[in-house]
Nanobody
């Protein structure tokens, strides 16, 4: 499975961005159980931003609740992250991740990771 993300960029505080991530070469469009987004800011550890199961159950970091929304298209093996009311502290490299297994908590290094897309929020 290969992942490719798009949609990053530069935005002002309070603005919006939409990240998208598509999987190719998966076993089946409907077999990817868990999808998610992580981010890593300079000098900080990578953190889970949001995740979504094949059934649509979502999980968000407290810092993005009410501002970010994760969604997926099971038929197309894609996951999106709608980011609204962006703040400078949201500046980071964002990574999409997918797994055939159920990930209630953290994803694993052995799961499928995209190369990352930069999001910069200016004050």
């Amino acid at each position: 499975v290969q992942l490719q993300a798009s949609g990053g960029g530069l935005v002002q505080t309070g603005g919006s961005l939409r990240l998208s991530c598509a999987a190719t070469n998966s076993r089946s469009s409907y077999s990817i159980e868990s999808m998610g987004w992580y981010r890593q800011a300079p000098g900080k550890e990578r953190e889970l931003v949001a995740s979504i199961s094949s059934g649509g159950t979502t999980n968000y970091a407290d810092s993005v609740k009410g501002r970010f929304a994760i969604s997926r298209d099971n038929a197309k093996s894609t996951v999106a992250l709608q980011m609204n009311s962006l703040k400078p502290e949201d500046t980071a490299v964002y990574f999409c991740v997918m797994s055939y297994g159920l990930r209630v908590g953290p994803f694993r290094a052995s799961d499928y990771w995209g190369p990352g897309t930069q999001v910069t929020v200016s004050s």
